[in-house]
T-cell receptor, first 114, second 114 residues
């Protein structure tokens, strides 16, 4: 009964490859996010979708493209992977998109680019 | 700009001792404030939140936090820690720019001595 689930949990790939991370939530939330956690544990938002509409798009390279086929799913596709993309990527969801609704996080995808 | 500072990168306490983790924020209005906990290999779990009202808020796992506007602080406390409390703790403030976006502190790693 995982609330926010992401796959895969680990992803090891070479520079230049393209990879995707999938996220699904069964909480009935209408807002979903991608956060990046770097090696120093610093968390920074990348994208946010509300009812399939992109509402937050931080300064992220164009190689990162989120896609939300419906409000329960938010996937992240990364083209031409670089060493600096190595991090833990967290998917999260919340109810509502304009207030302080708490975020519910997935367990993360550890991406290692070699 | 909105920001969160957690002055202590790493804290070690003995099991059964009291705990206080510090969080200072910079925000132009009354913020929403959150504390999250991250266990190794896991996503972030909400411990407690402050939106308005009583400045002392109770959370899960016996944690509490106090909002002090005059000090721009939202410190997390627990009267007696357990070995299972060893984790990374993150303070966060939002919403940012009217959007459902949080800014996180850099985290405090808590180690428990037996």
């Amino acid at each position: 009964d995982t609330a926010v689930s992401q796959t895969p949990k680990y992803l090891v790939t070479q520079m230049g490859n393209d990879k995707s991370i999938k996220c699904e939530q069964n909480l009935g939330h209408d807002t979903m996010y991608w956060y990046k956690q770097d090696s120093k544990k610093f968390l920074k938002i990348m994208f946010s979708y509300n009812n399939k509409e992109l509402i937050i798009n931080e300064t992220v390279p164009n190689r990162f493209s989120p896609k939300s086929p419906d409000k329960a799913h938010l996937n992240l596709h990364i083209n031409s992977l670089e060493l600096g993309d190595s991090a833990v990527y967290f998917c999260a969801s919340s109810l509502g998109g304009g207030g302080g609704s708490p975020l519910h996080f997935g367990n993360g995808t550890r991406l290692t680019v070699t | 700009a909105q920001s969160v500072t957690q002055p202590d990168i790493h804290i070690t306490v003995s099991e059964g001792a009291s705990l206080e983790l510090r969080c200072n924020y910079s925000y132009g209005a009354t913020p929403y404030l959150f504390w999250y906990v991250q266990s190794p290999g896991q996503g972030l779990q909400l411990l407690l939140k402050y939106f308005s009202g009583d400045t002392l808020v109770q959370g899960i796992k016996g944690f509490e936090a106090e909002f002090k506007r005059s000090q721009s602080s939202f410190n997390l406390r627990k009267p007696s820690v357990h070995w299972s409390d060893a984790a990374e703790y993150f303070c966060a403030v939002g919403p940012i720019q009217g959007a459902q976006k949080l800014v996180f502190g850099q985290g405090t790693r808590l180690t428990i001595n037996p």
